[in-house]
């Protein structure tokens, strides 16, 4: 009997080892799978516990930063600049105040096409030729994203014909802002100043001295002139508005507002009307005019000519303009009162007579011959008198001024006393006046001469050059403003006051005012017979010397020196202003003060390339006095006295 094979029972069992193999591997992958499913949820739960972490640190630890930051975002502080303060002369006349306008201001950096929005724009409101001149400068001086002016102080009727068509020009608005207003235009324009806008120079100096934050919003400082010099005090304090805004950047509210402190006005020593007088004086000529109260060394009158008007830098001023005012030969915007140096000429003959009467020299005491020239180590120096004055005394030297007097009371002096006594009247340094720039001007003596030349054998001084030196020639070299306030210091016995021109700060927000309170910064330790006595032969000018037409009928005393400075040396050659070219013609100088017995005003004047001190700066002087004195108004712009060209020959180096 044969055995059929058990296909059933080997398939049942190969079917069970299936089954217990599929059943393995389905816990193999159940168990891969749940490791797996295991790694997942601790993968998870490790990142919501960082997340976790992260929200503890974020809303916890760090939640005051965090709100700060979200606020700061929410709101914006935005500057408000105040108002600069308003100047105003020694009566309360306005010489420097603001008023708003209206601006249409281009930011470059949000324009496609500047040249074609200009153009646009130009059919709405008129941009000159001199505006886009103004406006490239100042594209050229600031930044792209920086808001600049196109065109200032819109008409209302152009601010309507704009605001119309605002829509079509994204980057461009219109600006209500102050601007700096100079209602005398020229009249004191080196002494008053003007704004200008900030730039990088402005920036590193305002940082430097801790003051940028205050300058936020602000767009224009102080550049020259008492602008600049008493800009802390002018420019006030800023402000600011927290204003919420939105998403897009768009203001939403105002949530605070700290309003700015407007800046100080100031209240100057100097007289506006005088100032006015003493310019019709010099119109047409190139020069200056300084004029001091003696008491209290107030500065009544600062003329330098020509001047400018500074209303043309408020805006920025164009191009075009900016090269004519700096290569005129004229030069306008040269401060001459404060920065131009000159040759005194006689009109330094006064200290010297006092330098010898302190020194109590010789010659002071005795009576010479002036042939109308000194020799002096083989060299002839002659007088501005071909043959001299005759015989000659202390007293008469001034009223006439010999040149060879004061050649040999110079010889007699030295240069070392020279330098030092003068140097006790600020010649050759600055006066310490509250402007800007002053030059210091030259004051020779032997250790100036050492380390003003590195040739040695140019450093060694001659006893020669001391002899130019007693008629203020040689290296001697002053400004306009050192001669007015030696002149005061003389004629107030030695007692020397600081110039200054401004007398009191006022706080507008309080009214407290601050006075320049004068109070002598030195006194120099003079006999008072000496001073009196310079004083007596200033006065004989007037009534006997170089002065004295000058001077006819004037109603009041007064005393003074007329002056008549070379240009150039002819070297020994005979002067004649018909054969010298005319800004190569002697300096017209004049010092005086008034009354005598008690002075309340001196001043020096000078007119580059005028002639003789008695023929150019001597007239402008009476009728400065006569105005402050008298109240007396000149008829017209004083005409020359006598032209240049037509003054007679005379040697160069007197009056």
Same mark, same amino acid.
């Given at each position: 009997?044969?055995?059929?094979?058990?296909?059933?029972?080997?398939?049942?069992?190969?079917?069970?080892?299936?089954?217990?193999?599929?059943?393995?591997?389905?816990?193999?992958?159940?168990?891969?799978?749940?490791?797996?499913? @295991?790694?997942?949820?601790?993968?998870?739960?490790?990142?919501?516990?960082?997340?976790?972490?992260?929200?503890?640190?974020?809303?916890?630890?760090?939640?005051?930063?965090?709100?700060?930051?979200?606020?700061?975002?929410?709101?914006?502080?935005?500057?408000?600049?105040?108002?600069?303060?308003?100047?105003?002369?020694?009566?309360?006349?306005?010489?420097?105040?603001?008023?708003?306008?209206?601006?249409?201001?281009?930011?470059?950096?949000?324009?496609?096409?500047?040249?074609?929005?200009?153009?646009?724009?130009?059919?709405?409101?008129?941009?000159?030729?001199?505006?886009?001149?103004?406006?490239?400068?100042?594209?050229?001086?600031?930044?792209?994203?920086?808001?600049?002016?196109?065109?200032?102080?819109?008409?209302?009727?152009?601010?309507?014909?704009?605001?119309?068509?605002?829509?079509?020009?994204?980057?461009?608005?219109?600006?209500?802002?102050?601007?700096?207003?100079?209602?005398?235009?020229?009249?004191?324009?080196?002494?008053?100043?003007?704004?200008?806008?900030?730039?990088?120079?402005?920036?590193?100096?305002?940082?430097?001295?801790?003051?940028?934050?205050?300058?936020?919003?602000?767009?224009?400082?102080?550049?020259?002139?008492?602008?600049?010099?008493?800009?802390?005090?002018?420019?006030?304090?800023?402000?600011?508005?927290?204003?919420?805004?939105?998403?897009?950047?768009?203001?939403?509210?105002?949530?605070?507002?700290?309003?700015?402190?407007?800046?100080?006005?100031?209240?100057?020593?100097?007289?506006?009307?005088?100032?006015?007088?003493?310019?019709?004086?010099?119109?047409?000529?190139?020069?200056?005019?300084?004029?001091?109260?003696?008491?209290?060394?107030?500065?009544?009158?600062?003329?330098? %000519?020509?001047?400018?008007?500074?209303?043309?830098?408020?805006?920025?001023?164009?191009?075009?303009?900016?090269?004519?005012?700096?290569?005129?030969?004229?030069?306008?915007?040269?401060?001459?009162?404060?920065?131009?140096?000159?040759?005194?000429?006689?009109?330094?003959?006064?200290?010297?007579?006092?330098?010898?009467?302190?020194?109590?020299?010789?010659?002071?005491?005795?009576?010479?011959?002036?042939?109308?020239?000194?020799?002096?180590?083989?060299?002839?120096?002659?007088?501005?008198?071909?043959?001299?004055?005759?015989?000659?005394?202390?007293?008469?030297?001034?009223? &006439?001024?010999?040149?060879?007097?004061?050649?040999? @009371?110079? &010889?007699?002096?030295?240069?070392?006393?020279?330098?030092?006594?003068?140097?006790?009247?600020?010649?050759?340094?600055?006066?310490?006046?509250?402007?800007?720039?002053?030059?210091?001007?030259?004051?020779?003596?032997?250790?100036?001469?050492?380390?003003?030349?590195?040739?040695?054998?140019?450093?060694?001084?001659?006893?020669?050059?001391?002899?130019?030196?007693?008629?203020?020639?040689?290296?001697?070299?002053?400004?306009?403003?050192?001669?007015?306030?030696?002149?005061?210091?003389?004629?107030?016995?030695?007692?020397?006051?600081?110039?200054?021109?401004?007398?009191?700060?006022?706080?507008?927000?309080?009214?407290?005012?601050?006075?320049?309170?004068?109070?002598?910064?030195?006194?120099?330790?003079?006999?008072?017979?000496?001073?009196?006595?310079?004083?007596?032969?200033?006065?004989?000018?007037?009534?006997?010397?170089?002065?004295?037409?000058?001077?006819?009928?004037?109603?009041?005393?007064?005393?003074?020196?007329?002056?008549?400075?070379?240009?150039?040396?002819?070297?020994?050659?005979?002067?004649?202003?018909?054969?010298?070219?005319?800004?190569?013609?002697?300096?017209?100088?004049?010092?005086?003060?008034?009354?005598?017995?008690?002075?309340?005003?001196?001043?020096? &004047?000078?007119?580059?390339?005028?002639?003789?001190?008695?023929?150019?700066?001597?007239?402008?002087?009476?009728?400065?006095?006569?105005?402050?004195?008298?109240?007396?108004?000149?008829?017209?712009?004083?005409?020359?006295?006598?032209?240049?060209?037509? %003054?007679?020959?005379?040697?160069?180096?007197?009056?």
């Amino acid at each position: 009997m044969k055995h059929r094979p058990m296909f059933g029972a080997s398939s049942r069992g190969k079917t069970r080892r299936n089954s217990s193999n599929e059943l393995k591997n389905d816990r193999e992958v159940r168990g891969a799978y749940e490791l797996r499913l @295991l790694a997942a949820a601790v993968f998870v739960l490790l990142l919501f516990g960082v997340l976790l972490a992260r929200f503890f640190w974020l809303q916890g630890i760090q939640h005051d930063k965090y709100m700060t930051l979200a606020e700061a975002n929410r709101i914006s502080l935005v500057p408000v600049p105040p108002s600069r303060g308003i100047i105003r002369d020694r009566n309360g006349v306005i010489l420097a105040h603001n008023f708003s306008a209206y601006t249409l201001e281009i930011t470059p950096s949000r324009i496609d096409n500047l040249e074609a929005t200009i153009a646009a724009l130009n059919a709405l409101v008129e941009i000159t030729p001199k505006d886009r001149r103004r406006f490239k400068k100042l594209q050229d001086e600031s930044k792209d994203f920086e808001s600049l002016p196109i065109k200032t102080r819109l008409t209302d009727e152009e601010v309507a014909r704009f605001a119309a068509n605002s829509y079509r020009f994204p980057g461009v608005e219109i600006k209500a802002r102050l601007f700096r207003h100079y209602p005398h235009g020229e009249i004191a324009s080196h002494l008053i100043g003007y704004i200008g806008r900030i730039n990088d120079r402005d920036l590193a100096d305002l940082e430097e001295e801790g003051m940028l934050a205050n300058y936020r919003g602000s767009e224009h400082i102080g550049k020259i002139g008492i602008e600049s010099s008493y800009e802390r005090y002018l420019h006030g304090t800023t402000g600011f508005e927290e204003v919420e805004i939105d998403a897009n950047g768009r203001a939403v509210r105002t949530l605070r507002r700290v309003p700015p402190r407007p800046g100080h006005d100031l209240q100057l020593s100097v007289d506006i009307k005088l100032q006015e007088v003493a310019e019709q004086l010099m119109a047409g000529r190139r020069g200056a005019l300084v004029a001091i109260e003696p008491a209290t060394g107030g500065v009544l009158a600062f003329v330098s %000519q020509p001047g400018f008007d500074p209303n043309l830098f408020v805006d920025g001023i164009d191009p075009q303009t900016w090269k004519e005012l700096n290569e005129s030969p004229d030069k306008p915007l040269l401060n001459r009162a404060l920065r131009g140096e000159y040759p005194p000429g006689s009109t330094f003959k006064p200290f010297m007579a006092m330098a010898a009467l302190e020194g109590n020299f010789p010659l002071v005491h005795q009576t010479i011959a002036d042939p109308g020239y000194f020799i002096f180590g083989g060299h002839r120096f002659r007088d501005s008198k071909a043959g001299g004055y005759g015989s000659m005394t202390f007293d008469r030297s001034l009223t &006439v001024s010999s040149d060879t007097y004061y050649y040999q @009371l110079a &010889v007699q002096m030295g240069i070392d006393y020279i330098a030092t006594f003068m140097s006790g009247l600020d010649f050759g340094q600055r006066t310490g006046i509250d402007l800007p720039g002053e030059r210091p001007g030259v004051l020779p003596s032997a250790d100036w001469k050492r380390k003003r030349f590195k040739n040695p054998a140019q450093q060694k001084w001659y006893a020669g050059e001391t002899v130019s030196i007693g008629i203020g020639q040689g290296y001697n070299s002053y400004t306009p403003l050192q001669m007015a306030h030696a002149t005061a210091t003389l004629v107030n016995h030695g007692v020397a006051y600081r110039p200054h021109v401004v007398n009191r700060i006022v706080d507008p927000n309080t009214g407290e005012t601050t006075l320049v309170e004068p109070s002598p910064e030195r006194t120099l330790p003079w006999k008072r017979e000496n001073s009196e006595r310079v004083i007596r032969g200033l006065a004989s000018v007037i009534t006997n010397g170089t002065g004295a037409n000058a001077f006819r009928n004037a109603g009041y005393v007064a005393g003074g020196k007329t002056g008549t400075a070379q240009v150039f040396s002819l070297k020994g050659g005979k002067y004649n202003a018909r054969n010298v070219h005319e800004r190569l013609r002697d300096h017209s100088w004049f010092i005086a003060f008034a009354p005598v017995d008690k002075p309340r005003i001196a001043l020096a &004047v000078i007119v580059e390339n005028g002639g003789f001190g008695a023929a150019a700066a001597a007239p402008i002087a009476r009728k400065t006095l006569d105005y402050y004195l008298l109240g007396k108004l000149p008829e017209a712009p004083a005409a020359q006295a006598a032209s240049v060209a037509e %003054q007679p020959s005379a040697e160069h180096t007197g009056d």
